[in-house]
């Protein structure tokens, strides 16, 4: 497979109680297309950290990342963010005062990638496809489940027609049969779409059910055998 994320020597840390603290350190690894990988690791070993730097929404304080060998930072953050990948929220992050398919239009015009002309048309197909009926569609997000909110979410992050989607602690906050509900939607998006996940998460289960899961720890990562 071809690789859609490469870090290359990742340094990152902060200054704690006038200690200097090394969360990661010359943090290298390559991403395939795909693929859904999980992410563990111990209590504050940098997880999400990591997550907003591949994320483009923090950045590191030396080395590279590469979107299908472009560094992102050449390429410019907000592009990044804009056309190339997607984001799911533990907390959801979603407009509360509009419908689940209103939320799927705002994303589609959040991004530069072309779209089909009938862009309500796929916002109900995106809805459909991670098994949110037109009907709940319609609905106020504040009226859905915390399960229904989270697949509105994964239908977001893939709005913009973007291969590459994070997570982090998608299932968190929910029960364990809805947890696994939302990690056959990452399953389904990697081997029937081709996308690309790459979900932080703090539960083995969850990660025993990705293609590849990788430890944290240390500052570096290391493929979970």
């Not at 907003?52 to 929404?57: D, F, H």
């Not at 590191?60 to 050449?74: C, F, H, L, T």
């Not at 982090?168 to 996308?195: H, R, S, V, W």
């Amino acid at each position: 497979m071809s690789t859609i994320l490469k870090l290359e020597n990742i340094c990152y840390g902060y200054e704690d109680g006038g200690y200097r603290r090394e969360i990661l350190k010359n943090l290298s690894y390559e991403f395939e297309a795909g693929t859904f990988y999980t992410i563990l690791g111990p209590s504050g070993s940098g997880k999400t950290t990591l997550l907003s730097i591949m994320a483009g929404l923090d950045k590191q304080e030396a080395g590279k990342v590469y979107y299908e060998g472009e560094d992102i930072d050449a390429m410019g953050l907000y592009k990044y963010r804009r056309n190339k990948i997607g984001v799911v929220f533990q907390s959801y992050n979603l407009v509360n005062y509009l419908t689940g398919v209103e939320n799927i239009l705002l994303a589609m015009t959040e991004t530069d990638n072309q779209l089909p002309p009938n862009k309500k048309e796929l916002a109900y197909a995106l809805l459909n496809m991670v098994g949110i009926a037109n009907t709940k569609a319609d609905r106020m997000i504040s009226k859905l489940s915390g399960g229904e909110q989270q697949r509105v979410a994964i239908a977001r992050a893939i709005a913009g027609n973007v291969d590459l989607i994070f997570a982090d602690e998608p299932t968190g906050n929910l029960d364990t049969e809805t947890e696994q509900e939302i990690i056959k939607l990452f399953q389904m998006l990697a081997d029937e779409y081709g996308k690309t996940i790459i979900a932080v998460t703090h539960s083995n289960e969850v990660s025993k059910l990705s293609d590849r899961r990788i430890l944290l720890k240390n500052g570096v990562l290391n493929d979970i055998q």
